[in-house]
């Protein structure tokens, strides 16, 4: 799917904003300059020992995080050498990086209880096969106090919406492999495993799923259609408000949790 979409010079622009572009160290150099890392970085505060990447695909978070001194653990099951494992070691190795990488699945995870001081998951959850059983797996091996975040998670309104989403999808009618769930079926699955959800980004709440805008790309945007003067005219409220009322199918939320501290 992804070589199909690199053959077709209509679809670069989507390419490059997938990071599925070579070289690949150029691309995930690119995503670790990005606003949507930025945003991420912001979220999981200053490094702070063991991280999992959750499905990792080209590695470029993986590589965000190991560049801000996380010791990164890559969970990839597809062995491919264009967007699987393969392609992660190759990055690791040309950047010069120590990324451990696993090649097996979310639901059954080969690590002990409390592994991991962050979970980071970017685009993962709605491709779980078994959702609930892949964030109980992945609160298990979060460390108490640890962060769970997971980004860029496709949404819809009712369960009629999920066709809508999948044949608008640019990459499902090539591989099969796209889903989305409702906002409630995600929190509901990530607090079941005894995290404590912090915060909810709506698609307009964070650079994160906005990307490849900015918010401030589309405060400016809609200054300019508004006639206003300047886009700081546009309050981040107003931002929120409209995002907590879109409705498109397959739009993007991101999920802040913490696993809470044991008692003393």
């Known amino acids: 799917a992804v070589g199909r979409l690199r053959a077709d010079p209509a679809q670069r622009a989507l390419v490059e904003a997938c990071f599925y572009d070579d070289p690949l160290l150029q691309?995930?150099?690119r995503y670790h300059a990005s606003c949507e890392w930025m945003a991420v970085r912001k979220l999981i505060g200053p490094t702070s020992g063991r991280a999992l990447d959750v499905g990792a695909g080209r590695g470029i978070a993986s590589f965000a995080?190991?560049?801000d001194g996380w010791r990164?653990?890559?969970?990839e099951p597809d062995p491919s050498n264009v967007v699987g494992a393969g392609a992660i070691r190759g990055l690791a190795r040309d950047a010069g990086l120590s990324i451990e990488v696993a090649e097996t699945w979310g639901e059954q995870l080969p690590f002990a209880a409390a592994s991991f001081a962050l979970v980071h998951c970017r685009q993962v959850l709605h491709h779980a096969r078994d959702?609930?059983?892949l964030?109980?797996?992945?609160a298990r091996v979060l460390a108490p106090g640890g962060i769970f975040l997971a980004t860029r998670e496709h949404v819809i309104s009712r369960k009629e919406d999920l066709p809508a989403f999948l044949n608008s999808h640019p990459l499902h009618a090539l591989y099969g492999g796209e889903h989305a769930y409702?906002?409630?079926e995600y929190c509901d699955a990530i607090t079941s495993t005894g995290l404590r959800m912090e915060r909810v980004f709506n698609p307009y709440e964070s650079d994160i799923n906005s990307y490849p805008e900015s918010l401030s790309d589309i405060k400016r945007r809609w200054a300019g259609r508004l006639h206003l003067p300047s886009p700081v005219l546009i309050p981040d409220l107003a931002l929120s408000w409209v995002g907590d009322r879109k409705s498109q199918p397959?739009?993007?939320y991101t999920f802040l949790a913490r696993k809470p501290s044991s008692s003393p």
């Open 72 to 75: 990164v653990t890559a969970l």
């Open 135 to 138: 964030c109980s797996e992945l």
């Open 65 to 67: 995080l190991a560049r």
């Open 131 to 133: 959702l609930r059983q």
């Open 182 to 184: 409702l906002l409630q």
């Open 27 to 29: 691309a995930a150099q």
């Open 250 to 252: 397959g739009r993007l």
